[in-house]
């Protein structure tokens, strides 16, 4: 039944010019992606390496002058990013580090591209997700309704063949040819990423096996589905009709409600409105640029205190330092409880379409792929982390040189400025992005593999069921 299936799928000229129509989609979208990743690749390396040269060719000055000179960080492409663009051209893949300050992570795609952007990407993985599954149910929705129209399904079963035996065989019909499109899948990916120079690590491949297998069991989870409302429709019309509307339940409808859901139940603060909490709150506590503050006037009083001085000069150590020490703490500390809140919203509404895969395998999939292809929201979370903890420990080193280099003698007129040898910022290692691990980004991912698996014990409970009730006519 299975070869049956593949030889009539096979013998279409309608369906062969679909599936070449796919195969060609899917060769631009490789290109596509291999462009992308070549250019930001090359972009984002040349522009991280000339910051580096301009931070170490910055000459004898003051750290803290050197604190806010800043520098700027960017995250590097993940080589399956060929594969799932995911939400990489919306959150960003830069960001300007600097003292006392949070900048929040810039340029991206969507912020230079037309209105377009928001109807998609096309990428291999939207294709699999979204166009595949369409191809496989206009291949399948007569599978066993058409027999049934025509008198063949009759004879079968007259045959000793069970509705069990039938839609098993069905099912594996069309699977050998959803698979057939996961096989060209893979064999452009490897290519594409051959031709970018992306290259191959023990992490990536098993990265990408594990992203096809998922692939793999979300194809096996849409061609069942087409052979049971195949199975249960008295028409083919109708089983065309029926699994139209799955499709656009799965594929449109469902995800744009759980993302509404998700923000109604879980609203998050507008940039403006986060920024401004954090401002507000900061001051609350002091402001260390401010002599007259009284957090920091009550600092000085106690430190000068301890010391047994009767002014900052008589110190063993730059207060000025000591003070931007202090201040650069406090703010980090005011920023990461603002930005663990705001995290924690946008786990909240992540997890609502997390959930939502238990309803539809496509959020599932999807959720699964980005992970895989270093693409996802997590990916570019981490991201931000880093680049904060990279700041901090910049800024908060910057002060450590003022403490222990810098003169507490007021300057004469005639004074040149207080400054410190460059090669201390030399030293200062460059900024390097560490991604999840693959193993890690699985279980990032947990609810939605489980979803996924829940689908396919579902849909092999299902066949069992129908194959007990079912009739032939």
């Known amino acids: 039944m299975a070869k049956q299936v593949v030889a009539t799928a096979m013998g279409n000229k309608a369906v062969l010019l679909l599936m070449w129509l796919v195969v060609a989609l899917m060769v631009y979208a490789t290109i596509t992606g291999v462009a992308t990743f070549r250019t930001q690749t090359g972009i984002r390396k040349q522009f991280q390496q000339e910051v580096r040269k301009h931070w170490e060719e910055m000459p004898d000055k003051h750290p803290h002058r050197m604190a806010h000179y800043g520098y700027i960080a960017f995250r590097a492409k993940h080589p399956l990013s060929i594969f799932d663009f995911g939400v990489e051209s919306y959150t960003g893949n830069a960001v300007f580090l600097e003292a006392h300050k949070q900048n929040s992570v810039n340029f991206s795609e969507a912020s230079f591209s037309t209105g377009l952007l928001r109807f998609g990407e096309m990428s291999m993985a939207t294709i699999l997700q979204v166009l595949v599954p369409l191809v496989l149910f206009f291949i399948g929705f007569g599978l066993i309704a058409t027999d049934r129209e025509n008198g063949t399904l009759k004879l079968l079963l007259s045959q000793g063949a069970s509705w069990k035996e039938i839609m098993t065989g069905r099912s594996l019909g069309l699977m050998v040819v959803a698979f057939t499109f996961l096989l060209a899948a893979l064999l452009l990916l490897l290519t594409g990423m051959i031709v970018s120079s992306a290259g191959f690590t023990l992490d990536g491949s098993l990265r990408l096996l594990f ?22 429709a008295a028409r083919a019309r109708a089983a065309l009709a029926g699994l139209i509307g799955v499709w656009l339940l799965f594929a449109i409808v469902l995800p744009r409600t759980t993302q509404a859901i998700g923000t109604y139940l879980y609203p998050a603060p507008s940039r403006i409105a986060f920024e401004t909490g954090v401002e507000k709150n900061i001051l609350q506590l002091g402001d260390s640029h401010n002599p007259d503050d009284p957090y920091f006037k009550r600092l000085k009083d106690s430190v000068l205190k301890v010391h047994g001085a009767t002014s900052i000069e008589e110190l063993p150590f730059n207060y000025a330092g000591f003070q931007m020490r202090e201040g650069e703490r406090m703010s980090s500390e005011v920023y990461n409880r603002h930005q663990q809140a705001l995290l924690r919203t946008y786990e909240q509404q992540n997890k ?24 996802d929201f997590q990916s570019y979370m981490r991201f931000q982390q880093q680049t904060e903890a990279y700041r901090y420990r ?18 004469l007129p005639a004074d040149k400025p207080y400054s410190i040898s460059s090669a ?3 030293a200062f290692p460059d900024f390097s992005y560490q991604g999840l691990t693959g193993a890690a980004a699985i279980g990032a991912e947990a609810l939605s593999l489980a979803a996924l698996l829940f689908w396919a014990a579902l849909l092999t409970v299902l066949v069992s069921s129908l194959s007990k009730k079912l009739k032939a006519v």
């Open 211 to 232: 992203l096809m297998l998922t692939y793999g069991l979300y194809l096996a989870i849409i061609c069942v589905t087409a052979v049971v409302v195949s199975a249960v």
């Open 352 to 375: 609502v379409a997390r959930l939502s895969a238990f309803l539809n395998p496509f959020a599932a999939v999807k959720h699964l792929s980005m992970a895989m292809s270093g693409t």
């Open 394 to 411: 910049l800024a908060q080193h910057m002060n450590e040189l003022q403490i222990k280099l810098v003169s507490n003698k007021k300057l």
């Open 424 to 426: 201390h910022w030399k």
